[in-house]
């Protein structure tokens, strides 16, 4: 008798225990993989082009293209070299329409237009300086998860020096991955 209380002690403490813990980690979500935010290639030659704030929040308020717009940014800064007069950095800006959150192909032209998708390049820290004036491409959004507010897509457009607007002075095209909040 004794063995058998023995036993049946044994046994509810294992089943106990085994109830009380699996063995196995509690899950938790995997960190967000912020290196490829954005990726650009400009004239030919591929950089890692993340917002200079980090993360991969837009910006809601639509920065220069205002409220009815989500802003994300890119940025790539170089070392100015030898020459010690600065830092020359790239900063490329994807306008995106709040009321237009749809997956496909959206072309832009020179100038944005109400409701349109844009993008844009700026160049500064360089003497002299250099203007770059958008003169067409396209946003493509690959998805867009309602519940998460996930968008991703590609971008392509061409710039002009501002001066011989049939001149391109710059080819960029891209990747992007940002949460519209």
Do not use: W
Not at 130 to 149: L, P
Request: contains cysteine.
């Amino acid at each position: 008798m004794l063995k058998k209380i023995i036993l049946l002690a044994l046994v509810v403490n294992s089943l106990v225990s085994c109830s009380s813990h699996s063995g196995a980690e509690p899950e938790t979500a995997p960190a967000p993989d912020l290196s490829a935010v954005m990726t650009t290639k400009i004239d030919g030659v591929q950089y890692d082009t993340p917002p200079a704030s980090g993360g991969n929040l837009a910006d809601a308020t639509g920065g220069i293209y205002g409220n009815s717009y989500f802003l994300i940014n890119g940025y790539k800064t170089f070392a100015s070299g030898k020459q010690k007069i600065g830092e020359k950095t790239y900063s490329i800006k994807i306008a995106i329409p709040k009321n237009d959150l749809i997956v496909g192909t959206h072309y832009f032209n020179s100038t944005i237009a109400v409701g349109e998708y844009y993008a844009d390049l700026d160049i500064t820290g360089v003497t002299p300086a250099e203007s770059v004036n958008t003169t067409n491409g396209s946003v493509t959004v690959t998805s867009y998860d309602t519940a998460t507010k996930l968008m991703k897509g590609t971008f392509s457009f061409i710039t002009n020096n501002g001066v011989n607007l049939n001149v391109t002075s710059h080819t960029l095209t891209g990747t992007f991955s940002f949460v519209l909040q």
